[in-house]
């Protein structure tokens, strides 16, 4: 069974509310602090992990930790505190 486009987004966006777990492409930015525009590169370069349902592109909240965690650069040094 094929669902026409309202249906899917229907679908997508009360599951998204319900459980606060899936985000828009505009969310997921915010959410990571970057330009829709550059998630959308990553996305297209395959760089973030994402869902698609037809044309809608959705990025769950555990994936878009995931992905802050394993790009976290750690201290190389210790830095003295200025006096």
Known sequence: MKLSREQTAAAVNSSSSTSGENFTTQQAADYLRVSARTLQRWV???KIEFVKLGRLIR????????????HAVAASRKVRPRV
Not at 60 to 67: N, V
Request: proline share 0%; charged share 45%; hydrophobic share 40%.
């Open 44 to 46: 297209r370069e395959k």
């Open 59 to 70: 990025f769950t909240k555990t994936a878009l930790d995931r992905f802050m965690r394993v």
